[in-house]
């Protein structure tokens, strides 16, 4: 897929198969002719009676979409080589007369008991060298011959019999790949990575610095994964077995996409990635070789940053898919977050289910369809919870069915131009999660996910639409482009950096960012090594601060964690430090290039204080939010374009009502919009306007 979307219009019967050329070559992007709803539902774990009770109550919640077969592979496939499909058949054909779809997963994220004992060579071996054993789920080792023959036939056996089902929506393939292996089959794998990575032992010697610490190689097979060692890991060493790790799961699922190709099967495929914690994945390459992205998406804040972090892993999908991307997965209700399980009250259920799917979801599917009595997870929450139908939580799974129902609508896909439009772009790669997670940083509390987080987390506070951008993609279309901490930058990636801004971009680059090259070796001189010419800066010492102690800026802005002792070469000086050590010296500077501005933030701005640093950037370049000042009010607005309709997604967090005004019906309740659509806290609404058709937002009487 593109980085982009510029879709041309498929539409297809949420029963019938979606077509899809095979992945890697462009292709269709996913437009089912509804919303799915639904979830992962395991039947293997219920008696036939329970099936059609599931049944019966999936048509009362309208729900239109199961993800079969995630962990079965014992069902299907009791012992080696003997197959047991009935139970299948009759559960598809069950749903197919019911009218619902199904994705189809191949089963291979938990091979079963008999697996193991038959191939303990496949089960995945930790960084301290204990080998696990079955008894969980996730437990193998990926680059086992005998774990990827299993999964190849697997895969072949479903898509034999399955492939062509008129029901089947898609391929799950797998289920969040993301188990590490150091054993020796990894090594061997690693190895021929690495050869095709660096040629030689020697270029392989200077990537990673090994005249340091006496770890030069002198043959391949001295080369091990970063298994337990006494002290510190080379980080290029790491970097790289993270690299390949991602790549060799790749493989993994590529295989199965063949196979299953192979058996004529064109439904579309997809994995479904994980947030916020999985960082298994390059998810950009991932993207490429998957027909649309998939997100298994489980909350780590309460509050109204949890609606925040739905907006995040929304925009990141949907930027990864380069379009329309499906929600495989979020809680159906609470969520066991370290000690105790938060709680999600039904309608922060249903609003947060229009929050993914007015940034581009296709779907609201859940783990699970109906929470389990036994095994691991049987307090993890489920559509039909424990307590059965008559309960408040599955009455908002059919009122959830029945709004998007009458939203269907929106899931229509515009006949060329982005799904969301976005003035704001956000780089994201892997490498600089990855990066900033070896130990002995100058500091270890700055992590990855957070910085990147922290800056989608102004642009949603503002209500300004943001997209996330792969290093060396198309960037034109954005006016301002943020780079958070991306160490490790490429000479192609910098290069690709000052043409933007050479093109009149403006571009905001923070600390940890651009200095290393790929293999983490620091560009010397000063940092960021990779962007001082750019940025026309020069950095002479990182200056972590204490926990707990922050400092003012003349600007009015606050700081914390990090400082930086930074000289100008020929950058304009925006703010200096007003206390400490550095009082008087330049935080945040601003270079002139071409067209265009290159900014350096040296200083970890306080949330607070970042939000009004960006509201600043924004408000000169003149990117305004989608509604002003709806964010202020707790109203999230989000204009997702459709074929030849612009819906315009009103999620309403904040607890006064709000009255927003646009010429076209509201779709949930009916509401002519002409005349203001009232929203009331908590509530969600969807207005139907013309493309690019005004909105207003009107004061309110106090009632
Ligand atoms: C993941 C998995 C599911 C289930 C849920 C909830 O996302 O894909 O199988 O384990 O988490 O824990």
Not at 191 to 214: H, K
Not at 277 to 294: I, M, P, Y
Not at 477 to 484: E, G
């Amino acid at each position: 897929m593109s980085a982009h979307e510029a879709p041309a219009r498929e539409t297809t019967s949420p029963s019938a198969p979606a077509t899809s050329s095979t992945a890697g070559t462009p292709c269709a992007p996913f437009a089912p002719s509804a919303f799915l709803v639904g979830g992962d539902w395991s039947p293997e774990q219920w008696d036939r009676d329970t099936w059609r009770e599931d049944v019966e109550l999936m048509r009362r919640a309208k729900v239109n979409t199961v993800s079969l077969g995630i962990f079965s592979w014992a069902s299907l496939e009791p012992a080696e080589g003997v197959y047991d499909t009935g139970w299948l058949d009759d559960v598809i054909e069950l749903i197919t007369a019911a009218g619902i779809g199904f994705f189809l997963a191949t089963p291979t994220a938990s091979p079963p008991p008999w697996f193991t004992l038959a191939h303990p060579d496949a089960m995945p071996v930790r960084e301290d060298g204990v080998r696990l054993t079955h008894g969980s789920r996730d437990t193998y080792a990926v680059s086992a011959p005998a774990y990827r023959d299993a999964s190849r036939r697997i895969a072949r056996m479903l898509a034999e019999r399955y492939g062509s089902h008129p029901g089947l929506r898609g391929w799950h393939l797998h289920n969040e790949y993301g188990t590490l292996d150091h054993g020796p089959h990894a090594a061997r794998s690693f190895r021929t990575w690495l050869q095709r990575r660096y040629g030689s032992l020697e270029t392989l010697n200077q990537e990673w610095s090994t005249s340091f610490w006496s770890q030069r190689y002198g043959d391949w097979e001295e080369i091990t994964p970063p298994r337990t060692t006494q002290y510190l890991h080379n980080p290029a060493q790491l970097i790289d077995f993270r690299r390949y790790s991602s790549d060799e799961m790749r493989s993994a699922m590529v295989e199965q996409r063949e196979e299953i190709r192979a058996a004529g099967s064109s439904a579309p495929m997809t994995t479904n990635f994980m947030l916020p914690t999985w960082n298994h994945l390059e998810q950009w390459s991932w993207a490429d070789e998957l027909d649309v992205v998939s997100l298994d998406h489980y909350l780590d804040t309460t509050g109204p940053d949890a609606e925040a972090h739905v907006a995040y892993g929304s925009d990141l999908s949907r930027s990864w898919s380069g379009g329309p991307w499906v929600l495989m997965e979020q809680n159906a209700a609470g969520i066991s977050l370290g000690d105790r399980t938060i709680p999600k009250s039904p309608q922060r259920m249903i609003r947060h289910s229009l929050g993914y799917i007015a940034r581009g979801s296709q779907s609201s599917l859940f783990f699970q369809w109906r929470a389990s009595l036994g095994g691991s997870e049987q307090w993890h929450s489920g559509l039909v919870p424990h307590a059965g139908a008559s309960t408040r939580r599955f009455e908002a799974v059919c009122e959830l069915g029945s709004i998007l129902e009458r939203i269907a609508p929106a899931v229509r896909l515009p006949a060329d131009g982005p799904l969301v439009e976005a003035e704001v772009g956000i780089l994201w790669h892997a490498d600089g999660w990855w990066a900033l997670e070896t130990p002995h940083l100058p500091s270890d509390t700055i992590r990855y996910s957070d910085e990147v987080r922290a800056t989608h987390r102004s642009f949603w506070r503002a209500g300004i639409p943001v997209d996330f951008v792969r290093p060396g993609a198309d960037a034109s279309r954005y006016r301002l482009l943020v780079v958070p901490c991306l160490y490790p930058l490429t000479g192609e990636q910098v290069t690709w950096l000052e043409q933007y801004v050479e093109a009149g971009g403006e571009l905001v680059v923070t600390y940890l960012s651009g200095i290393s090259d790929a293999s983490l070796r620091i560009e010397p001189g000063g940092y960021p090594g990779r962007l001082r010419e750019l940025l026309g800066v020069r950095v002479q010492e990182m200056l972590p601060l204490e926990a707990g102690v922050q400092v003012a800026l003349d600007d009015g802005g606050v700081v914390e964690e990090w400082t930086e002792l930074l000289e100008t070469t020929d950058a304009e000086v925006l703010a200096v430090y007003a206390q400490g050590e550095l009082r008087g010296l330049p935080a945040i500077t601003s270079s002139a290039r071409g067209s265009g501005h290159a900014v350096y933030l040296s200083a970890r701005l306080r949330q607070d204080s970042r939000d009004a640093f960006f509201a600043s950037v924004a408000e000169r370049l003149e990117i305004v939010p989608t509604l002003a000042g709806a964010a202020q009010q707790g109203l999230e607005v989000v204009r997702r374009r459709g074929d030849g309709a612009d819906h315009v997604f009103l999620l309403h967090h904040g607890s006064e009502s709000v009255t927003v005004r646009g010429d076209g019906p509201e779709l949930i309740s009916g509401q002519d919009g002409a005349s203001g659509v009232r929203i009331e806290p908590g509530d969600v609404g969807v207005l139907a306007l013309a493309p690019g058709a005004p909105l207003e937002l009107l004061p309110h009487p106090q009632s």
